[in-house]
């Protein structure tokens, strides 16, 4: 569903992102770990259209879209939460989620039903009128994702969802996750720094390192890697 072929990004004389590979499957959660600065949110950037690739291609199920702005990105299924949440604060939460879906309205892809569901699922029907800012932290985190959702993706990227919940909700999104891979299949980049929920989440691991792919495979191989160890000695569960 989502190729990275050889992607690098050059800030002036700064290689921030270096000859990095890795694909995700259709209805696969893959884990892009790595310590900060790593270059995960980078490659993020990259994939939504955010920030151009110095070189290399990035493909959606076998379509290049390397070459074309975030907006068309969008339209073309590619979405994505921040690790700085990202809400319309003078909006409601309504008004949030209807500017995503007018991006994809008309289009025959559309699943009219999944953002109701999925407001629903996350627990945002009772606070629809409601400014962001009145909500707790986990509940926007909520709502950055629904509003995601409803642009129909095929590719799905979370930029650290789990930064800031308290187990409860870590454990409440994980299940959401499971939830979304039947209600909408698509490919699913995750980010995230708590490995308890990255190894419960994924099946496939990318980690980087200093801008360029360490390891990759199952996250049991991934774990065991003696140079992700040693990447990581001392960090604990903050891989």
Sequence with gaps: MLQVRGISKNFGGVQAVNDVSFSVGANEVHGLIGPNGAGKTTMINLISGLLSVTSGEITVEGERIDNLPAEKRARKGVARTFQNLRLFRNLTVR???????????GM?????GLVEDAIDRFGLRDVLGEAPD??????????????????????????????GMNPEETDALFRNITWLRNRHP???????????????????????NMGSLLASGLPQEVTTNKEVISAYLGQGDNI
């Design 108 to 112: 025959a892809t559309a699943d009219p």
């Design 95 to 105: 008004r949030n989620i209807e500017v995503a879906e007018l991006q994809v309205r």
């Design 186 to 208: 698509c490919a699913i980049l995750l980010i995230d720094h708590d490995l308890k929920f990255i190894m419960s989440a994924c099946e496939r691991l990318t980690v980087m």
């Design 134 to 163: 009145s909500l707790p932290y986990g509940q926007m985190r909520r709502l950055e994702i629904v509003r995601a959702l409803a642009l129909r993706p095929r590719v799905l990227m979370l930029d650290e969802p789990a930064a």
